[in-house]
């Protein structure tokens, strides 16, 4: 498993790389077998630590958490304590999951789109929304219930994917205001 530890305008000692490598590696080994990659961040916000966590897997999924205290070692292991949750939680469909086939990914393009928010923003000239930047992006093929799976892991509010069992079909599910899940299914 590659493991990449950075310090955002922090100053990363070889103590706290041995110590999350360790307490990483303990999750993974419980729960999910076949990681490829860890990326763990720290930074400092305020008088706050703040610690990110995302573990890729070969089967597509990604689980990701953020942990904020005051001292780095406990923004770490609360960060940690998530993914575990996260893990164990989804231990059995990850299994499951793993053992039929690795996710199919599909190139897709994503935009960042201008805000026009602003309090003196007079009316905009055309309807066109400027474009701030444009990255390629990809779009896993899975099954509703992977979807959703993998939407909570990450922590996102939406995901876009291409409904396995409808071949090209794009389908959205998402978080709604009442706590439910959403899912847009054009067929």
């Not at 110590?19 to 080994?29: F, R």
Request: hydrophobic content about 35%.
């Amino acid at each position: 498993m590659q493991y990449q530890i950075t310090g955002k305008h922090i100053d990363i000692g070889e103590s706290l790389q041995t110590h999350v490598k360790t307490c990483v590696d303990e999750v993974i080994e419980k729960y999910a077998r076949r990681p490829t990659d860890a990326n763990i961040v720290f930074s400092k916000s305020g008088h706050e630590f703040v610690c990110e966590i995302v573990i890729h897997m070969s089967s597509g999924l990604t689980a990701q958490a953020k942990g904020h205290d005051h001292e780095i070692y406990a923004a770490f292991e609360k960060s940690c304590d998530k993914i575990d949750k996260q893990l164990r939680r989804y231990k059995r469909r990850l299994k499951d999951h793993q053992r039929e086939r690795p996710v199919e990914l599909s190139n897709g393009a994503s935009y960042i789109l201008a805000s026009s928010d602003g309090p003196d923003e007079s009316e905009p000239e055309s309807l066109q929304p400027m474009i701030i930047a444009e990255m390629e992006t990809k779009i896993p093929s899975l099954s509703v219930g992977e979807a959703v799976m993998q939407m909570e892991l990450a922590g996102a509010s939406v995901l876009v994917f291409r409904n396995e069992k409808q071949g090209e079909g794009v389908n959205v599910v998402y978080r709604r205001d009442d706590g439910n899940i959403g899912w847009i299914d054009p067929a």
